[in-house]
């Protein structure tokens, strides 16, 4: 089906809304702040975002507390976090936590945490990846001991977003059903979080060892495919905030090509500035279409989204690099210092590149997925 | 006159059909069913009426086509060789002929018995096409025109060419222009084809010695040619921009996939196999990109707000097509090195490129996806000073008398 693309009024007023507040609670002095603290957000922002203004369950059904909205809404949402740099959790719980407890576990688990999720009383993360340095679901090797109390989880998990700070974690791990979610609460017996020095330190994530840590099994059956999906609807999201990044980074550039004389004129109207402004926008316009695209289709429930996805975060991943790469060399000697807020933007355009498989990773999955 | 502001979609489907009911595609031939076409306001429905149209917006146009291909398994739609005319020089010749120019050119236009060709670059104007040479001086009530023009597509085939020439020297290059609509019968009007980098000509040469040309074929005032030629111009971004297939994975990149599929597995290792297979999938995405852009451009369009998303089409297109054909090359490998088609000198018969083609083929032919139309370059001058608002160059040529610009 044709992807329809249409923002309505009400799209434009949660953006313009969004813009707003992200414009007075994260200006650059604000995500300096939080970036250097160990939890990595302010939560008296986060409770006003979560609990007021509803955003933590933007996505959420309302019968769970949620705004029962799409993911076209989520990629308004997306867009504007990522053009603000803001430090939350919001992309681990209201995203990637918040699609493994729609798609993969049972009822009561689901209807718990989601409550806690909308309220903006629960932070909530997925742990999947591990020390072997793969992001495909066929790379978790970590297995659930079942003992006499229950099943304990033993070992690595790695980059697990917010998992320093998360009251409830959601663990991948290998058991008879196959592929499983296993719940795992901040205070268990057993485990140890460590907060990773991250090259994006506006983005939190966490090493979590798990030494005979008592889990409670919440799915039925292997998950492999609805973790998949839930994978795929967390990189369209991301997708759609590298799109905000890189749209900040075509218009810093832009304004400082403007103003910045050398030579007696603006650096911009040099052609060698001015082209690469041009395919910054060029890059930008078609990242848009794609995180679009992918976010229409989850929203829509495509058939094609899987597909679609990793389209997205394929182009969204490499676009968003390039515009921030070429945001410091526009910027010359002043974006190479941590005085202007460039380089914080490059970090988070690396780490989102990496983050859930990078550019080539994506590809590969889509020539799998198109038969390529 | 009738008022047809108001006529919804389903009228005018009802009025097409009123003209399929009077002249068929399956029983007339082209020219006399465009001409019916023409004759019931249906052949640009935003012209006005009287002249082809009935004074809709340009959006219901596909209403009538659609409509005529429902109903007929011969559409006798637009004649490869009239674009330029259908594009371009009606719309010049509505907003800027004289009466008499508009009742006698117009339905000639559209049936395609009268085709047109516009007269604009010159070898030493290319992306600089205001600072053209070739003159017109004013004898009488003719003006006598000299200069070589250059990438005229259908020249060869065309009844009336779309000419811009200089009228005064000594003023700044772009008030000394004027615009004219040129017999290309007349006398001194000598075509010849001019053959590219495949061998074939789809474009030619127009020299003119010493044409005779009547002041009432001049467009607009003197002096005024280049604000007319940007009707011309803009219509013509219109034509070429917004290609590209509406289906997933239709149109170009299914030639490449078909390509990839047939490939001499044993040719490569497995590392340059993965390495090709990732560019196919690049290409891939930049064709599922360019084809969801303009998806995107037409709904913001439609809204009343285009963005800078329809602007970025002609740049990404082009530069995505040559490294699309390139990677067909390399697919390819050894193969790569025949060129089995061969060079030989030829003409094409309509004068458009209509040609799926080969690989080999549009190897060599996308390298002008990047040059004509607007170079890349200046497509990002385009881009960087028009959407993103960036100064322009200082330019040496804007207030001097044109006769002083250096030239090459």
């Known amino acids: 089906m044709a992807i329809d693309f249409t923002f309505t009024d009400e799209h434009e007023e949660l953006r313009a809304t969004l813009r707003a507040f992200l414009k007075e609670k994260s200006d650059e002095a604000a995500v300096r702040e939080q970036m250097a603290t160990e939890r990595g957000y302010d939560p008296d922002v986060w409770e006003q975002m979560a609990g007021q203004m509803g955003l933590a369950g933007l996505i959420i059904p309302e019968e769970f507390g949620g705004a029962g909205y799409t993911y076209v809404e989520l990629l308004v949402v997306m867009e504007e976090m990522g053009r603000s740099l803001l430090c939350a959790p919001y992309l681990g719980t209201a995203v990637l936590a918040t699609n493994a407890l729609l798609h993969c576990v049972d009822e009561t688990t689901r209807k718990e945490l989601l409550v806690g999720i909308a309220a903006g009383e629960t932070i909530a993360t997925v742990a999947h990846a591990e020390s072997n340095g793969r992001w495909d679901l066929a790379g978790v090797e970590m297995r659930a001991e079942k003992g006499e109390g229950g099943f304990t989880l033993s070992g690595r998990k790695c980059w697990v977003l917010d998992g320093h700070t998360a009251d409830v974690l959601l663990v991948v791990a290998r058991h008879e059903a196959g592929l499983s979610l296993f719940r795992v609460d901040a205070d268990a017996t057993g485990l140890e979080r460590t907060l990773v020095p991250s090259l994006d330190i506006t983005r939190k994530l966490a090493q979590l060892d798990f030494n005979e840590t008592p889990a409670d099994l919440v799915s039925a059956g292997d998950q492999t495919d609805a973790l998949q999906r839930v994978l795929a609807l967390t990189v369209a999201a991301l997708a759609a905030e590298q799109v905000g990044g890189a749209q900040m980074c075509l218009e810093t550039a832009t304004e400082y090509a403007k103003t910045r004389l050398q030579f007696g004129r603006p650096i911009g109207s040099y052609q060698a500035i001015k082209h690469k402004c041009a395919d910054m926008l060029v890059e930008v316009e078609f990242a848009k279409s794609a995180a679009y695209a992918a976010c229409f289709s989850a929203a829509g429930n495509e058939e094609d989204f899987l597909e679609t996805a990793a389209l997205a975060k394929a182009y969204c991943s490499e676009a968003y690099f390039h515009a921030a790469a070429e945001n410091i060399q526009i910027h010359g000697g002043m974006g190479f210092t941590w005085e202007l807020p460039v380089h914080l933007y490059f970090k988070r355009a690396k780490s989102s590149e990496l983050f859930l498989g990078d550019a080539a990773y994506h590809r590969e999955r889509l020539a799998d997925l198109v038969g390529i | ?408």
Not at chain 2, 1 to 11: G, N, Q
Not at chain 2, 57 to 86: R, T, W
Not at chain 2, 89 to 118: D, R
Not at chain 2, 214 to 225: F, I, N, S, V, Y
């Open chain 2, 1 to 408: 006159m009738a008022d047809h502001r108001s006529m919804s979609e389903d009228e005018l489907r009802a009025r097409t059909r009123a003209l399929l009911d009077e002249a068929h595609p399956e029983q007339v031939e082209a020219i006399p069913f465009r001409q019916a076409q023409y004759d019931h306001g249906l052949a640009w429905v935003h012209f006005p009426e009287g002249y082809g149209g009935l004074n809709l917006s340009p959006k219901m146009n596909v209403i009538v086509q659609d409509e005529i291909l429902e109903h007929s398994k011969i559409s006798h739609g637009m004649p490869a060789a009239s674009i330029i005319g259908i594009g371009m020089g009606a719309p010049v010749v509505l907003t800027y002929g004289t009466e008499e120019m508009k009742k006698s050119m117009l339905p000639k236009i559209f049936t395609g018995e009268e085709i047109w060709c516009q007269l604009f670059s010159e070898p030493s104007a290319g992306s600089d096409v205001a600072g053209l040479a070739t003159s017109a001086v004013r004898d009488g009530d003719d003006w006598i025109l000299n200069g070589q023009k250059v990438w005229t597509t259908v020249a060869h085939l065309s009844r009336w060419g779309m000419l811009l020439a200089r009228t005064d020297p000594d003023v700044p290059k772009h008030d000394g222009l004027s615009y004219f609509v040129l017999d290309m019968q007349a006398p001194g009007v000598d075509v010849r084809p001019l053959y590219q980098i495949t061998g074939e000509a789809e474009f030619n040469e127009v020299f003119m010695t010493d044409v005779r040309i009547p002041h009432d074929r001049m467009l607009g005032k003197e002096g005024q040619g280049w604000r007319v030629a940007i009707t011309t111009l803009m219509n013509e971004r219109v034509a070429i921009g917004g290609g590209g297939s509406k289906r997933k994975g239709g149109g170009t990149i299914s030639q490449l996939l078909e390509l990839w599929n047939d490939r001499n597995k044993n040719a490569h290792s497995a590392g340059q196999e993965a390495l090709l297979r990732d560019r196919v999938t690049r290409s891939y995405i930049d064709q599922e990109l360019l084809r969801l852009t303009a998806q995107r451009a037409r709904v913001t369009q439609q809204a009343g707000n285009p963005g800078p998303e329809g602007s970025v089409a002609k740049l990404a297109q082009a530069e995505m097509m040559k490294r699309l054909w390139e990677l067909a090359i390399d697919i390819l490998g050894n193969d790569g090195l025949a060129y089995e088609a061969g060079y030989e000198l030829r003409q094409q018969a309509s004068g458009i490129d209509t040609t799926e083609g080969l690989a080999k083929y549009q190897f060599l032919r996308s390298r002008a996806n990047s040059i004509e139309g607007g170079t890349s370059e200046i497509m990002r001058n385009i881009l960087g000073e028009r959407v993103l608002g960036l100064p322009g160059e200082p330019r040496v040529d804007k207030k001097i008398a044109w006769k002083e610009v250096a030239r090459s």
